[in-house]
T-cell receptor, first 114, second 114 residues
Framework: GENVEQHPSTLSVQEGDSAVIKCTYS??????FPWYKQELGKRPQLIID?????GEKKDQRIAVTLNKTAKHFSLHITETQPEDSAVYFC?????????????FGSGTRLSIRP | DAGVIQSPRHEVTEMGQEVTLRCKPI?????LFWYRQTMMRGLELLIY????????DSGMPEDRFSAKMPNASFSTLKIQPSEPRDSAVYFC????????????FGEGSRLTVL
């Protein structure tokens, strides 16, 4: 079955700097890759996603890149702000069926230093 | 819609007791997922349903865990008997349509087994 690995497990960056989180997946049939943000004590929420027919997607300060050949994808946050502090989860899914499951990486705890 | 509703929000019980967690998905959503979150293992998929039918329960830890979805608006996750290692936050999430859709999480049920 699908396995998603995520690195690093913790990341601390200075406010205003960029943060990069990387994930690899094992199942070449996966074609949908969402990212979820979980603030302390809250539920995970979708922040951005990418499908395998696209190499890059951007939404304001966040962007995701996908390398299908290498089976890895990354989350980039630019101009980090205190409210970016949270745990970020990558995930992978075979998104062509309503019966598809979503497997999450182990999470990255991002801390923004003032 | 009120979103995905889970109950109880917090449960403290003693080892050996039966625990039942409940979930009401967003109306109209046809997939429902149960995840368990711990510091060590991140977000683990336990089981998911599509149109009320269990599709994959390979993540269920052992026979002590069982889940049901008797209708489109209700699901339960039961642990019997409970053990201290079951202590975790259990999230229910629902999704509309295809596998490339957003997961909407409930607020979670924090279980502590003494």
């Amino acid at each position: 079955g699908e396995n998603v690995e995520q690195h690093p497990s913790t990341l601390s960056v200075q406010e205003g700097d960029s943060a990069v989180i990387k994930c690899t997946y094992s199942d070449s049939a996966s074609n949908y890759f969402p990212w979820y943000k979980q603030e302390l004590g809250k539920r995970p929420q979708l922040i951005i996603d990418i499908r395998s027919n696209v190499g890059e997607k951007k939404d304001q300060r966040i962007a995701v890149t996908l390398n299908k050949t290498a089976k890895h994808f990354s989350l980039h946050i630019t101009e980090t702000q205190p409210e970016d502090s949270a745990v970020y989860f990558c995930a992978a899914s075979k998104g062509y069926s309503s019966a598809s499951k979503i497997i999450f990486g182990s999470g990255t705890r991002l801390s923004i230093r003032p | 819609d009120a979103g995905v509703i889970q109950s109880p929000r917090h449960e403290v019980t003693e080892m050996g007791q039966e625990v039942t967690l409940r979930c009401k998905p967003i109306s109209g959503h046809n997939s429902l997922f149960w995840y368990r979150q711990t510091m060590m293992r991140g977000l683990e998929l336990l089981i998911y349903f599509n149109n009320n039918v269990p599709i994959d329960d390979s993540g269920m830890p052992e026979d002590r865990f069982s889940a049901k979805m008797p209708n489109a608006s209700f699901s339960t996750l039961k642990i019997q008997p409970s053990e201290p290692r079951d202590s975790a936050v259990y999230f229910c999430a629902s999704r509309l349509g295809e596998g490339a859709g957003e997961l909407f999480f409930g607020e979670g049920s924090r279980l502590t087994v003494l």
